[in-house]
């Protein structure tokens, strides 16, 4: 009886372990929908595409970043926003990730922020040859029919200074404003009274979980609670996405990849 007990638990965890060397493949596209008054007319149905921590390695090839852009694009984005954690520390990767992310295509532009394992200076220039906008504590409008929303980012919380004040820039309590940060534990620390919506992720979900219900490791100090979905708190809504690649071993155990497809409704 022992020993048929152990050989049903060997086979379990045997198929735990080929599922966790499969679910890094399995994209799951996440919809979230941001209803708010302050959203411009103009900006109603704008569909935001959130990507972060594709971490660009030999588990996470150029061709994968290609595949994942191919994805992207046929989803018709009117915007794509990107979290940072581009590769995991080897500049080698920097070029070859942003050769394909330079051919996302977006008629209101692509962004993005820094993570804690980007190679500062190489990335931001990478990032800028690819045609992709730097937000890192840094902030612009973002206009359509002469109405605009504001959108801005943050340094890294650990890497860098981060600082919102350009990403609020002029904008009043009238304005929509949207802020990135690469880490959910900004979120805190966001002006509520300003920023309407926060993009994150760097948490990859947990990567490795109990079955979706608690993660053992959570890269966030907050614990379990900015480990993934949407939090609000006051009248900002923070969005904290799974992320696309990996990071120590090319595993996840329900914390399925994410492509985050974000949708501001005008009420």
């Given at each position: ?115 804690n394992n980007d190679p500062k200076n190489a990335t931001i220039t990478a990032m800028e040859n690819a045609g992709i906008t730097y937000i890192g504590n ?130």
């Open positions: 009886m022992l020993k048929k007990i152990v050989l049903i638990l060997v086979a379990l965890m045997a198929v735990a372990v080929a599922y966790s060397l499969i679910e890094p493949y399995m994209v799951e596209t996440k919809e979230v929908v941001i209803q708010s008054d302050q959203i411009p007319e103009e900006f109603n149905g704008t569909k935001i595409i959130f990507l972060t921590d594709i971490h660009c390695s030999s588990f996470f090839s150029e061709a994968r970043v290609e595949g994942l852009v191919n994805q992207v694009n046929a989803l018709n984005p009117d915007m794509v926003v990107l979290g940072g954690d581009y590769v995991t520390g080897d500049t080698n990767y920097i070029e070859p990730c942003f050769l394909q992310l330079s051919k996302l295509k977006a008629p209101l532009g692509v962004y993005g922020v820094l993570g840094r902030g612009l409008w973002i206009e359509k029919n002469g109405q605009r929303i504001r959108l801005g980012g943050v340094g890294d919380l650990d890497t860098d200074v981060p600082y919102q004040g350009p990403t609020i820039g002029a904008a009043d309590a009238d304005d929509f404003v949207i802020l990135v940060s690469h880490k959910p534990d900004y979120f805190p620390l966001a002006n509520k009274n300003l920023v309407d919506l926060m993009l994150a992720g760097h948490t990859h979900g947990g990567q490795i979980t109990f079955f979706g219900l608690w993660a053992p490791v959570t890269g966030s100090k907050y614990g379990q609670e900015y480990v993934t979905g949407v939090k609000k708190s006051g009248n900002s809504t923070m969005i904290v996405s799974n992320g696309i690649g990996t990071i120590i071993v090319p595993m996840r155990f329900f914390a399925r990849p994410q492509i985050v497809v974000v949708e501001l409704e005008r009420i």
